[in-house]
């Protein structure tokens, strides 16, 4: 339960404040995966922009406000988007199917990974007691 202080500071923040750290956030943790993804660090990803290291580290720390301009530079060089809009999500994934699958109860669960108990022997999964 937050404290009524914290509870009327949160509320004074201006919608477009929280929006934009939002947004900035997003942005910041998509371009991390995507380096991830393509087995880039910070440092390359500078080079390929022709940026210091301290620049990118300074435009992925989710605070930094962005131009559509470098967004569109990250995007070009990682040759991937970044930001999308709506339309083109649609556009994008208008044929995707969600699938949702549901263990049988019978099957055990790893705690420590949340994932299924596998034999890697016999390629079995465990059953639960």
């Known amino acids: 339960m937050k404290s009524p202080i914290i509870a ?14 939002d947004k900035n956030l ?16 910070q440092k390359q ?5 022709g940026k210091s290291e301290s620049e ?23 040759g991937e ?3 999308i809009t709506p339309q083109q999500a ?6 995707t199917v969600a699938v949702r699958l549901e263990l049988p109860p019978w099957m055990e669960m ?3 990974t949340d994932q299924p108990i596998v034999d890697s022997v016999a390629g079995n999964y465990a059953f639960a007691a």
């Open 8 to 21: 009327a500071a949160l509320a004074a923040i201006p919608a477009e404040n929280t929006r934009f750290v």
């Open 26 to 41: 997003d942005i910041s943790e998509q371009v991390c995966a995507l380096l991830e993804q393509k087995g880039l660090t």
């Open 45 to 49: 990803f500078a080079q390929m922009l």
């Open 56 to 78: 990118v580290s300074k435009w992925l720390s989710g605070l930094h406000n962005l131009t559509l301009k470098s967004i569109a530079k990250m995007e070009a060089a990682l």
């Open 81 to 83: 988007d970044i930001v």
């Open 90 to 95: 649609q556009a994008q994934y208008a044929h």
């Open 110 to 112: 790893d705690e420590m």
